[in-house]
């Protein structure tokens, strides 16, 4: 079972930050936060991962809690093509599988 | 550098045929995974293979799926004889070995079979 909690659904002005929350209160010390959205009718796509320092890629941000206990992937101008169901996931280290939950849908609105 | 290829897009059988799908993972990557969406469900993890070894298949729902990759290179994945709970995504990632450390897992566009 997924070990994150994440809303179900949010909305985003076009153009504007998306900030996406996710809790992982279980998380332990040798897991990473992973985030994938998937587009719909494509596979899902990598965006970050990080262990405990705060992570940015040319695609978002990764801000991780200083207990580790909670993470938000910041967009930071959010286009129409954002739209995607997105997954925050726990992963131990190693080549371990991902486990995915339900993962908020995000919708970005003109 | 091309992306995990999966093959066919579609694929539509009758119930109690054979259906074997295939992927193409990213080149050099020795870790490749299978899963699948079922509708209305998360996506559920069904094996990781290292090379050519099966490393977890946890995740396979019954013995009617069996999956292979010879020569550690493509994957194929068979479902003999399919039923009607087989339909859904099929999707195949795979990731560069790093021994502990952590490589993000990479996925193809899917397989969408149909089962009638």
């Known amino acids: 079972d997924a070990k994150t909690t994440q809303p179900p659904s949010m909305d985003c002005a076009e153009g504007r930050a998306a900030n996406l929350p996710c809790n992982h209160s279980?998380?332990?010390?040798?897991?990473?936060v992973y985030w994938y959205r998937q587009i719909h009718s494509q596979g899902p796509q990598y965006i970050i991962h990080?262990?405990?320092n705060n992570e940015t890629n040319e695609m978002a941000s990764l801000i991780i809690t200083e207990d580790r206990k909670s993470s938000t992937l910041i967009l930071p101008h959010a286009t129409l093509r954002d739209t995607a169901v997105y997954y925050c996931?726990?992963?131990?280290?190693?080549?371990?599988?991902?486990?995915f939950g339900k993962g908020t849908r995000l919708s970005v609105i003109a | 550098e091309a992306g995990v290829t999966q093959f066919p897009s579609h694929s539509v059988i009758e119930k109690g045929q054979t259906v074997t799908l295939r992927c193409d993972p990213i080149?050099?990557?020795?870790?490749l995974y299978w899963y699948r969406r079922v509708m209305g469900k998360e996506i559920k993890f069904l094996l990781h293979?290292?090379?050519?070894?099966?490393?977890?298949e946890s995740g396979m729902p019954n013995n009617r799926f069996l999956a292979e990759r010879t020569g550690g290179t493509y994957s194929t994945l068979k479902v003999q004889p399919a039923e009607l709970e087989d339909s859904g995504v099929y999707f195949c990632?795979?990731?560069?070995?790093?021994?502990?450390?952590?490589?993000?897992?990479?996925f193809g566009n899917g397989t969408r079979l149909t089962v009638t």
């Open positions: 990632a795979s990731s560069l070995n790093r021994g502990i450390a952590n490589s993000p897992l990479h």
């Open positions: 279980t998380i332990s010390g040798n897991e990473y």
């Open positions: 990080g262990l405990k």
């Open positions: 996931i726990v992963r131990v280290l190693g080549n371990t599988p991902l486990v």
């Open positions: 080149s050099g990557h020795d870790n």
């Open positions: 293979f290292v090379k050519e070894s099966k490393q977890d």
